[in-house]
């Protein structure tokens, strides 16, 4: 079994940074794109960021230049930089990510369960 588990949420000031890290573990060959998503009370998921397994990176329009993605495939490891966090941006952060089992088995998607990020002074 494969599982994503994230880590980082905290409470923060507005204008403040947290550094967010969704881990996979179990038996994976390979790891394609991942993504962070968000969800505020009362409102739908919102995309957020994605970066393929080549280090190609995309953004939404609301934290473009604030937010940053990463991944480090020698730990199954993704990454999200939150910087100049804004009380908009309170939620349940959850990674996804496309996870290959074996070599030539197909990428499955997989969510973890969400961390969740404060912005209040």
């Known amino acids: 079994q494969v599982q994503l588990m994230e880590s980082g949420g905290a409470l923060v000031q507005p204008g403040g940074s947290l550094r967010l890290s969704c881990v996979a573990s179990?038996?994976?060959?390979?790891?394609?794109?991942m993504k962070w998503y968000r969800q505020a009370p009362g409102k739908q998921r919102e995309f957020v960021a994605r970066i393929f397994g080549d280090g190609g990176t995309y953004y939404s329009d609301s934290v473009k230049g604030r937010f940053t993605i990463g991944r480090d495939d020698a730990k199954n490891t993704g990454l999200l930089e939150m910087n100049s966090l804004e009380p908009e941006g309170a939620a349940v952060y959850s990674c996804?990510?496309?996870?290959?089992?074996?070599?030539?088995?197909?990428?499955?998607?997989?969510w973890g369960q969400g961390t969740q990020v404060t912005v209040s002074s």
């Open positions: 179990g038996n994976i060959y390979s790891i394609g794109v």
């Open positions: 996804n990510a496309m996870i290959r089992l074996l070599a030539n088995s197909d990428k499955i998607e997989h």
